[in-house]
């Protein structure tokens, strides 16, 4: 190499501005590396809502059912507390009675939940083909 | 009791934990392994994991112990555990999972983009997690005394060793095989002494029987009905709420393949722990017939370990007497590891550089802390320990965690301040509650004395509206990524790799 030959010229060498090319118009929901749709936007919104909801109802279910059996058991030790194999029937649903309860919520819950997200699979699935 | 077999018993457990999680250790090599199993636990083994994580000493020997000390009371408990468990997965169990966090910590640090809050957030782990093992280590020492006549500290240090070694060596993959096969032990453990004692019970002559009339055993002032209203619904919070926010409890949900199978999880979870506190629940109901004797503070946790031998004096009550024995060690150890894998994956990330290697040398600190505590300290009420570790994790952690899996406009500053106030409520609260709560006195002393020793109620609404408000005048602040990482989280899988 000649001593008066021009050093390579400096070039700035960056990643790319993921960022910046990620920054949607709109509030931004796309995962990185994804595109953003104003349809996925909806879409999604709506399965937020849509869980939310079901979370919220499934818990205010569960609370009355729970509200009612206490009460249910509260009036059975006032009143008439049948004797069921050497232990008071109130005593018996207080042990026992509120798994079942627990359980029945709980499968109720995420199977609709998984078909929450289903519909959203179809849908978002459907505006992609269109796209 | 046979001191010999009961030993024997425990050593046998020891053993099956031990090659158990060698077994599982062949399989740990990755960071992934350590921290979270590489999320490849299927739905089945992993509930029984969490399961047998989740069954600890305060449910295995306490539950039994306190419905023979305060009756029907007891069984709120067992309830408000398998209820918060509901109440994880309708609200956080497929988002968290989603999140693609290893702890709390990360998923707080991630949501809010903060570090100084990601340090407050350990810190809370730390501390609750600290506060959850002591129960576990005096449930130790209480056992191996009961049974062996072994001093206080043998219990607590053959756990602390075994749990330290196992996590240390294996991590979260080692752990996840044992705690399998010990919620299967505990269950096992209870169900046949429940099952043989009911039958003994049952077709004994009753002039044999010293057993009492069920309106001695079950008497009315002890009864559902004499539930404390306030009292009651606001441990119900404590525990529903409390819940969310153990840190053993959520890292288990990263162990997931993805969000679905975390919900499916979740539901065999509650079916497992239900069961369990059924069984539990059982031993409570035999003890308040034939052990009335074992109603006093101190006494009422040992008597699970003391029933088969009361109601059956020979060979088969010293059998039964053994298995339970087993299965308590179980519930020790089982509760312990999960506890110091979530704990240790917090102090190797945010103290250390988040290796394999400083992840083994967290494991040890988080055992030595609490062997500390506990060998200075003497066996409390193991239900009650336990029910506090639940409070202080839900008036801290459980508002910030809801809150940011549901609500974009979170702020760090708004979760900090919240953390706060609701950690120090409740501490404030539970001093004020040890300090002068049983000197009050006059009408409204009861009240006053319930609203301090379950503060639940006032301190869970108190941090959430903490953190909105200041969220709400620091909207400036929230997160840039709050909407995309909002996204993530509540994204169905298949969705997000298309």
């Known amino acids: 190499m000649s001593e008066d030959a021009e050093p390579p010229r400096r070039v700035r060498v960056s990643a790319d501005d993921a960022a910046a090319a990620e920054s949607p118009g709109t509030s931004g929901i796309a995962l990185p590396g994804a595109p953003v749709h104003e349809a996925d936007t909806v879409f999604l919104h709506g399965l937020m809502r849509a869980q939310l909801r079901l979370a919220a109802g499934s818990l205010v279910g569960f609370l009355l059912v729970s509200l009612v059996f206490t009460a249910s058991i509260f009036i059975i030790a006032r009143t008439a507390d049948p004797i069921l194999f050497g232990v008071p029937l109130s005593w018996l649903l207080q042990a026992y009675g509120y798994y079942p309860l627990i359980l029945v919520f709980a499968i109720l819950f995420a199977r609709s939940a998984a078909r929450n997200e289903r519909r959203y699979r179809s849908l978002a699935g459907a505006d992609e083909e269109r796209a | 009791m046979n001191p010999a077999l009961d030993i024997a018993a425990v050593v046998l457990v020891l053993v099956a934990t031990v090659v158990l999680g060698a077994m599982g250790v062949r399989f740990s090599r990755t960071t992934g392994d350590f921290f979270v199993a590489s999320r490849s636990v299927r739905s089945v083994w992993n509930a029984s994991a969490i399961s047998g994580e989740y ?111 196992l996590v240390a060596a294996g991590g979260m993959r080692a752990i996840t ?31 044999l029987s010293p057993a009492l009339e069920p309106l001695q055993a079950f008497p009315v002032e002890l009864g559902p009905a004499a539930t404390h209203p306030y009292a009651t619904g606001s441990l119900m919070l404590a525990l529903l709420l409390g819940t969310i926010g153990l840190p053993h409890v959520l890292v288990r949900f990263y162990t997931s393949p993805d969000g679905g199978s975390a919900r499916r999880t979740t539901v065999l979870v509650v079916a497992m722990i239900g069961a369990f506190y059924a069984v539990s629940g059982t031993m409570g109901l035999i003890a308040r017939v034939v052990t009335p004797d074992l109603a006093h503070p101190g006494l009422a946790d040992t008597v699970v370990l003391a029933l088969p031998s009361r109601v059956l004096p020979g060979p088969v009550g010293t059998l039964l007497t053994a298995l339970v024995v087993a299965g308590a060690f179980a519930a020790f150890l089982s509760t312990s590891s999960g506890l110091v894998v979530s ?13 394999v290697r400083s992840f083994r040398l967290s494991a040890v600190l988080c055992v030595v802390v609490p062997l500390g505590v506990a060998l200075l300290t003497g066996p409390e009420a193991l239900v009650s320990s336990v029910g506090t570790v639940f409070l202080v994790a839900a008036t801290s952690l459980t508002p910030v965690i809801l809150l940011g899996v549901w609500w974009r406009g979170l702020t760090a500053r708004g979760a900090a301040a919240g953390m706060l106030v609701g950690a120090l409520t409740c501490g404030a609260a539970l001093l004020g509650s040890a300090l002068v709560g049983e000197t009050l006195s006059g009408a409204d002393a009861a009240l006053a004395a319930a609203l301090l020793a379950q503060p639940a109620a006032w301190a869970i609404p108190l941090a959430t509206a903490v953190v909105i408000v200041v969220s709400l005048r620091d909207r400036d602040r929230v997160p840039s990524r709050a909407d995309r990482y909002l996204a993530r989280l509540h994204l169905p899988e298949r969705r997000r790799e298309a």
Do not use: N
């Open chain 2, 177 to 207: 095989v044992v705690q399998g096969m010990q919620y299967w032990l505990k269950l096992t453990a209870l169900l046949v002494p429940a099952v043989v004692l009911l039958i003994a019970l049952s077709g004994r002559e009753p002039e």
């Open chain 2, 343 to 355: 704990l240790a994956g917090v102090i190797s990330q945010d103290v250390f550089d988040g290796s």
């Open chain 2, 55 to 165: 069954l600890s000493a305060g449910t295995f020997l306490g539950l039994a112990g306190l419905v023979l000390l305060v009756g029907a009371d007891g069984f709120w408990f067992p309830i408000g555990y398998a209820a918060g468990y509901l109440l994880l997965l309708l609200f956080v169990a497929a988002p968290l999972r989603r999140s693609g966090a290893y702890t709390i910590p990360d998923f707080i640090e991630a949501r809010l983009e903060s570090k100084a809050v990601r340090r407050l957030t350990s810190v809370l782990v730390v501390v609750i997690g600290w506060l959850y093992i002591v129960p576990q280590l005096h449930g130790a020492s209480l056992a191996l005394k009961v049974v062996a006549d072994l001093p206080e500290w043998a219990g607590a240090v053959v756990v602390a060793v075994v749990v330290c070694g």
